[in-house]
């Protein structure tokens, strides 16, 4: 089976600009999960989506938001882009509620200037 | 009481040797504490996952101890080679990680010189 795919890999933005990411899951996992990474922070869980539905927020401002289609496949998309904003951002998808394991994507990183 | 604090920040391991890094949690509501391994430019990838009803997982050279009422688990990594030099997140959520928010810890940048 194929891996979680994010594209594009890397984005340059400018302050003000918004962005928009794209996630594709494993085949078949229906439960897609996004992180902000960054050195200081860490990974910080952003929001989860599953059938549609945005299951779980993290403590993000509501310039981030996401949503998930039918095939599953998610959007994430940051409006107004501050500096702080620049990060990796990853994808993580997961088979079923029972087991809980999430496979990550290599990430976009995303540089703000 | 969200956190889970993570240590070492950094380790240095001679081949061959073993590799042990420890988190702590705060949350009893946490049932599902995964390891995840990073190389640089790659996304975390899963090593191996233990849930509250056992107190030791083994996955080739990787074993989870997990001490409930201390509310700490670990990773030791036997046998360290520099192949398994990456960095590394313990993680922690509940629901038995069916909700998809894991929170992590900052993470350990192994080196294991050869």
């Known amino acids: 089976k194929a891996g979680v795919t994010q594209t594009p890999r890397y984005l340059i933005k400018t302050r003000g600009q918004q962005v928009t990411l794209s996630c594709s899951p494993i085949s078949g996992h229906r439960s897609v999960s996004w992180y902000q990474q960054t050195p200081g922070q860490g990974l910080q869980f952003l929001f989860e989506?599953?059938?549609?539905?945005?299951?779980n927020k993290g403590n993000f401002p509501g310039r981030f938001s996401g949503r998930q289609f039918s095939n599953s496949r998610s959007e994430m998309n940051v409006s107004t882009l501050e500096l702080g904003d620049s990060a990796l951002y990853l994808c993580?998808?997961?088979?079923?509620?029972?087991?809980?394991?999430?496979?990550f994507g290599p990430g976009t990183r995303l540089t703000v200037t | 009481q969200q956190q889970v604090k993570q240590s070492p920040q950094s380790l240095i391991v001679q081949k061959g040797g073993i590799s042990i890094i420890n988190c702590a949690y705060e949350n009893t509501a946490f049932d599902y504490f995964p390891w995840y391994q990073q190389f640089p430019g790659k996304g975390p990838a899963l090593l191996i996952a233990i849930r509250p009803d056992v107190s030791e997982k083994k996955e080739g050279r990787f074993t989870i101890s997990f001490n409930k009422s201390a509310k700490q688990f670990s990773l030791h990594i036997m046998d360290s080679q520099p192949g398994d030099s990456a960095t590394y997140f313990c993680a922690a959520s509940g629901m038995g990680g069916s909700q998809g928010n894991l929170i992590f810890g900052k993470g350990t940048k192994l080196s294991v010189k050869p």
């Open positions: 989506y599953f059938s549609e539905t945005q299951r």
């Open positions: 993580a998808s997961s088979w079923d509620k029972r087991s809980g394991e999430q496979y």
